[in-house]
Protein backbone atom coordinates (compact mmCIF):
# COMPACT_ATOMS: atom_id res chain seq x y z
CA UNK A 1 0.00 0.00 0.00
CA UNK A 2 1.16 3.34 -0.98
CA UNK A 3 1.40 5.90 1.93
CA UNK A 4 0.83 9.17 -0.60
CA UNK A 5 -2.18 7.12 -1.97
CA UNK A 6 -3.51 6.20 1.58
CA UNK A 7 -3.44 9.56 2.72
CA UNK A 8 -5.40 11.18 -0.22
CA UNK A 9 -7.84 8.58 0.03
CA UNK A 10 -7.81 9.30 3.95
CA UNK A 11 -8.62 12.98 3.71
CA UNK A 12 -11.15 12.08 0.91
CA UNK A 13 -12.65 9.96 2.94
CA UNK A 14 -13.03 12.05 5.58
CA UNK A 15 -14.70 14.90 3.65
CA UNK A 16 -16.99 12.59 2.03
CA UNK A 17 -18.28 11.08 5.59
CA UNK A 18 -18.96 14.82 6.35
CA UNK A 19 -21.63 15.21 3.83
CA UNK A 20 -25.08 14.16 3.41
CA UNK A 21 -26.18 12.05 0.14
CA UNK A 22 -27.07 15.01 -2.55
CA UNK A 23 -30.99 15.69 -2.85
CA UNK A 24 -29.75 15.64 -6.74
CA UNK A 25 -28.86 12.07 -6.62
CA UNK A 26 -31.52 10.55 -4.70
CA UNK A 27 -33.64 8.08 -6.99
CA UNK A 28 -31.11 8.51 -10.10
CA UNK A 29 -29.96 5.10 -10.80
CA UNK A 30 -27.49 3.79 -13.26
CA UNK A 31 -27.47 0.49 -15.12
CA UNK A 32 -30.07 -0.65 -12.97
CA UNK A 33 -28.66 0.31 -9.46
CA UNK A 34 -29.53 2.88 -7.25
CA UNK A 35 -27.10 5.34 -6.96
CA UNK A 36 -27.17 5.49 -2.76
CA UNK A 37 -26.59 1.54 -3.19
CA UNK A 38 -23.34 1.76 -5.51
CA UNK A 39 -22.42 4.76 -2.08
CA UNK A 40 -22.98 2.51 0.08
CA UNK A 41 -21.02 -0.33 -1.42
CA UNK A 42 -18.16 1.90 -2.32
CA UNK A 43 -18.13 3.49 1.16
CA UNK A 44 -18.03 -0.16 2.66
CA UNK A 45 -14.68 -0.80 0.29
CA UNK A 46 -13.15 2.13 1.22
CA UNK A 47 -13.67 1.53 4.70
CA UNK A 48 -11.72 -1.59 3.92
CA UNK A 49 -8.93 -0.30 2.04
CA UNK A 50 -8.41 2.69 4.66
CA UNK A 51 -8.53 -0.11 7.75
CA UNK A 52 -5.89 -1.97 5.75
CA UNK A 53 -7.97 -4.80 4.45
CA UNK A 54 -9.39 -4.79 1.04
CA UNK A 55 -10.66 -8.23 0.34
CA UNK A 56 -10.49 -9.50 -3.14
CA UNK A 57 -13.79 -9.35 -3.32
CA UNK A 58 -13.92 -5.90 -1.97
CA UNK A 59 -12.02 -5.38 -4.81
CA UNK A 60 -14.19 -6.32 -7.29
CA UNK A 61 -17.19 -4.92 -5.96
CA UNK A 62 -15.32 -1.43 -6.19
CA UNK A 63 -14.34 -2.00 -9.48
CA UNK A 64 -17.69 -2.17 -10.68
CA UNK A 65 -19.24 0.17 -8.47
CA UNK A 66 -16.21 2.56 -9.75
CA UNK A 67 -17.56 1.60 -13.78
CA UNK A 68 -20.96 2.60 -13.17
CA UNK A 69 -20.31 5.76 -11.39
CA UNK A 70 -17.78 6.74 -14.02
CA UNK A 71 -20.35 5.82 -16.78
CA UNK A 72 -22.87 8.52 -14.51
CA UNK A 73 -20.86 11.44 -14.04
CA UNK A 74 -21.08 12.90 -17.89
CA UNK A 75 -25.27 12.73 -17.59
CA UNK A 76 -24.85 14.74 -13.93
CA UNK A 77 -24.90 18.69 -14.08
CA UNK A 78 -21.94 19.99 -12.06
CA UNK A 79 -23.56 20.82 -8.78
CA UNK A 80 -23.35 18.76 -5.40
CA UNK A 81 -24.13 15.67 -7.27
CA UNK A 82 -21.22 15.27 -9.29
CA UNK A 83 -19.08 15.97 -7.10
CA UNK A 84 -20.35 13.35 -4.60
CA UNK A 85 -20.21 10.84 -7.74
CA UNK A 86 -16.35 12.48 -8.81
CA UNK A 87 -14.94 12.01 -5.03
CA UNK A 88 -16.23 8.44 -4.53
CA UNK A 89 -14.58 7.84 -8.18
CA UNK A 90 -11.55 9.41 -7.34
CA UNK A 91 -11.20 6.95 -4.32
CA UNK A 92 -12.43 4.03 -5.91
CA UNK A 93 -9.60 5.12 -8.71
CA UNK A 94 -7.35 5.66 -6.43
CA UNK A 95 -7.65 2.09 -4.51
CA UNK A 96 -7.43 0.47 -7.54
CA UNK A 97 -3.99 1.16 -8.89
CA UNK A 98 -2.72 0.88 -5.25
CA UNK A 99 -4.24 -3.10 -4.97
CA UNK A 100 -3.25 -5.68 -6.22
CA UNK A 101 -5.46 -6.80 -9.05
CA UNK A 102 -7.38 -10.31 -8.63
CA UNK A 103 -5.97 -12.76 -10.70
CA UNK A 104 -8.49 -13.17 -13.20
CA UNK A 105 -10.13 -10.09 -13.23
Known amino acids: ?5 SDEVSVLWAEHLGLAFPDDLKGVEIHGEPVALLDAYTAGCVTGYV ?9 LVL ?5 ALRDL ?20 DLIL ?4 RVPGS
Not at 51 to 59: A, Y
Not at 63 to 67: G, I, K, S, T, V
Open 63 to 67: DDCAR
Open 51 to 59: GGRLSDHQR
Open 97 to 100: SDSP
Open 73 to 92: LPRLRHGEGHGYVARLVRMA
Open 1 to 5: MSWAT
